[in-house]
T-cell receptor
Framework: SQQGEEDPQALSIQEGENATMNCSYKTSINNLQWYRQNSGRGLVHLILIRSNEREKHSGRLRVTLDTSKKSSSLLITASRAADTASYFCATDPSGSARQLTFGSGTQLTVLP | GAGVSQSPSNKVTEKGKDVELRCDPISGHTALYWYRQSLGQGLEFLIYFQGNSAPDKSGLPSDRFSAERTGGSVSTLTIQRTQQEDSAVYLC????????????FGPGTRLTVT
């Protein structure tokens, strides 16, 4: 099964509202990353949070990480129609593994 | 500077033909990754390179898939005797190093096997 699983699978909100997406994972990690994908093509890196960090901000994005619960959340504040996209969490597992493992994503729709 | 580029952007091929997909990573990035994404799905890891070597090929779905990287830069993913289930978007990414660095993705190659 996927290392990272996003929740919910789909989210629809009005412009100006906040959007929260969650990610759960199974194994210990070096870091967790969030990516955005528009129209099924290339992904754009949003933010990376290391295993020793609990919260990180970048513009309207806020990411939290709880390693005891093996979970992370991505909050987008004051959403805009342009935020409509799929959002993926990706875990960089500790140990010998060297590749990111992506979840199946949350499809966010922001209605104008 | 330039981002990750991939070619072709779209490829339609007949079942049984071989295809080659190309990835040009960001200059100076030592790590390069290939993923596959089927319609509406997450990313499936295929293979990564550190320099020219690929220590782990276990993500390749079958022996029809192979990849190489030369000169620590350009990589090609080759699919032999394509099948319809190979239809997907193939994404390439590069990063400065293997661990604790974000990956920069190319726009992908949409492969359709008819």
């Amino acid at each position: 099964s996927q290392q990272g699983e996003e929740d919910p699978q789909a989210l629809s909100i009005q412009e100006g509202e906040n959007a929260t997406m969650n990610c759960s994972y199974k194994t210990s990690i070096n870091n967790l990353q969030w990516y955005r994908q528009n129209s099924g093509r290339g992904l754009v890196h949003l933010i990376l949070i290391r295993s020793n960090e609990r919260e990180k901000h970048s513009g309207r994005l806020r990411v939290t990480l709880d390693t005891s619960k093996k979970s992370s959340s991505l909050l987008i504040t004051a959403s805009r129609a342009a935020d409509t996209a799929s959002y993926f969490c990706a875990t960089d597992p500790s140990g010998s593994a060297r590749q990111l493992t992506f979840g199946s994503g949350t499809q966010l729709t922001v209605l104008p | 500077g330039a981002g990750v580029s991939q070619s072709p952007s779209n490829k339609v091929t007949e079942k049984g033909k071989d295809v080659e997909l190309r990835c040009d990573p960001i200059s100076g990035h030592t790590a390069l990754y290939w993923y596959r994404q089927s319609l509406g799905q997450g990313l499936e890891f295929l293979i990564y390179f550190q320099g020219n070597s690929a220590p782990d090929k276990s993500g390749l779905p079958s022996d029809r898939f192979s990849a190489e990287r030369t000169g620590g830069s350009v990589s090609t993913l080759t699919i032999q005797r394509t099948q319809q289930e190979d239809s997907a978007v193939y994404l390439c990414a590069s990063s400065l190093a293997l661990t604790n660095y974000e990956q920069y993705f190319g726009p992908g190659t949409r492969l359709t096997v008819t």
